[in-house]
């Protein structure tokens, strides 16, 4: 799995095919986490791999585009749930920004940190969404069951996170960023 | 001093997406279910829709050897307690085939087949939801075939739950399952009126505001109650009282219902066109 950037990748804008490339992978995680993914399910749960873009977009490219991307593939995700529309985005906007900061708060990452980073960050956004809505007048996210679905997320994510990252590394910087990242 | 300026327009930015986002809900809420909000979710699902169906067919048994994997102790267990059930229900079976005539005859005479002359959309399931917070899902007709928000949803063996959202080709079924669902119900056996309430997937339904000196016996079927205004017609069956009992001092009863729908293998449904009488 490609280590995450150093402080100098942060914040830099992205030119247009990056961006398009971007929207590209965003829509085939949508079309995965609509269609492949719902049928993965450990104890009633499925990986979240929208969430799992903002998170690796914060590690791969920093604070700014880990809260666009978390803001465009919350939104994407808000599309097909019953919550209201702008709670991922929210969520995942911050969770993508807030990735990026402890990432480019770190000189050099540790070995295996990009897999720390997702099974932390999968199971904090996790958290986070149901603490968010519950305030919003959701008061069923938070129930027993929610320990479940954050620490099946968080694996699963974990799991996930060599591919998703490459995918998100590959749109917004291409091969050369990162090897300059690992 | 650059960097400085640098991080500062970064919060800015993120404080504009967090503002967007806060500004997208509070539009969800105020448009409730007219809004243009819901009519770009619609849009979406609809659009996503032949690819879903699609999916569904080639994924779908990916899902089964994975929930056969993971819930293979499950599977054990309760192989073990149906051969059970099995040895006793075929003692049953001969005693109860005399009133099983006698309750078809009745029901040709009085026609109390629980949809009963109720309009009913026939539906495929195509998916699940991509949530883990919901109990939900997909079926392949939506406002195009009459489908409308708040319908019940059945089985051959009884409620499902209902429409929460609709799109003009395809639905999501809020299963019974689901934390958030509520459905006025009736123990059968003494006619007392509760509600019933879902708990996750997997696990019995609870029926509550049963106070605890009621007698509720092991098996007791559970029906909607339909009381006026209620969101599903009377007489649906939910399912049977698996246990009941009161912890001491208090006022209500714990009950675990069975449903009698197998929300793990849920095909074919129908949509009741059905709405709460005021």
């Known amino acids: ?182 | 001093m650059a960097v400085y300026r640098r991080s500062k327009r970064h919060r800015f930015l993120v404080f504009l997406l967090a503002l967007a986002s806060v500004t997208v809900i509070t539009l969800d809420y105020r448009g409730g279910d007219q809004g243009a909000l819901e009519t770009l979710r619609s849009g979406a699902q609809d659009l996503l829709a032949p690819v879903q169906s699609f999916a569904g067919r080639v994924f779908g048994p990916v899902g089964d050897v994975v929930g056969g994997i993971t819930d293979y102790g499950d599977l054990e267990a309760e192989n073990a307690r149906l051969r059970q059930r099995l040895e006793a229900l075929e003692g049953d079976r001969l005693r109860s085939e005399a009133g099983e005539r006698e309750r078809r005859e009745l029901l040709a005479i009085l026609d109390l087949d629980f949809a009963g002359d109720i309009p009913a959309v026939a539906a495929r399931v195509v998916s699940s939801s991509p949530t883990n917070f919901a109990q939900s899902v997909i079926i392949d007709r939506g406002t195009d075939d009459g489908v409308d928000r708040g319908m019940p949803v059945v089985t051959s063996a009884g409620l499902a739950g209902r429409i929460s959202e609709v799109s003009s080709s395809r639905s999501v079924v809020q299963l019974l399952t689901d934390r958030s669902s509520a459905v006025g119900a009736r123990l059968a056996g003494s006619g007392v009126n509760g509600v019933v309430e879902g708990r996750g997937g997997g696990t019995d339904l609870a029926m509550t505001f049963v106070a605890a000196q009621v007698e509720v016996a092991e098996g007791e079927a559970v029906v909607t109650s339909g009381l006026e205004q209620s969101a599903f017609p009377a007489e649906i069956p939910i399912g049977s009282v698996r246990s009941a009992g009161a912890p001491p001092g208090d006022l209500e009863q714990r009950i675990a219902v069975e449903p009698v729908v197998d929300f793990g293998r849920l095909e074919l449904v129908k949509v009741l066109q059905w709405a709460p009488r005021g």
């Open chain 1, 1 to 182: 799995m490609p280590a995450a950037p150093g402080p100098a990748a942060v914040g830099d804008r992205l030119p247009g095919r990056a961006r398009v490339k971007l929207a590209l992978v965003l829509v085939t995680l949508l079309l995965l986490h609509t269609t492949l993914f719902v049928e993965l399910r450990v104890a009633d749960v499925m990986p979240d791999v929208m969430l799992l873009a903002a998170v690796s977009a914060g590690l791969v490219a920093g604070p700014v585009l880990g809260a666009e991307v978390g803001f465009a593939s919350g939104l994407m995700a808000d599309l097909f749930l019953a919550t209201p529309m702008g709670l991922s985005a929210l969520v995942l906007c911050l969770l993508g920004y807030a990735t990026g900061v402890a990432r480019s708060g770190l000189h050099s990452a540790p070995r295996l940190f990009g897999f720390l980073a997702a099974f932390v960050a999968s199971a904090v956004g996790v958290a986070a969404f149901a603490l968010a809505g519950a305030t919003l007048g959701e008061a069923h996210l938070l129930s027993g069951h929610l320990w479940v679905v954050m620490a099946v997320v968080a694996a699963g994510n974990t799991l996930l996170a060599p591919v998703v990252v490459r995918a998100v590394g590959w749109a917004v910087g291409g091969p050369a960023r990162m090897k300059a990242l690992a």
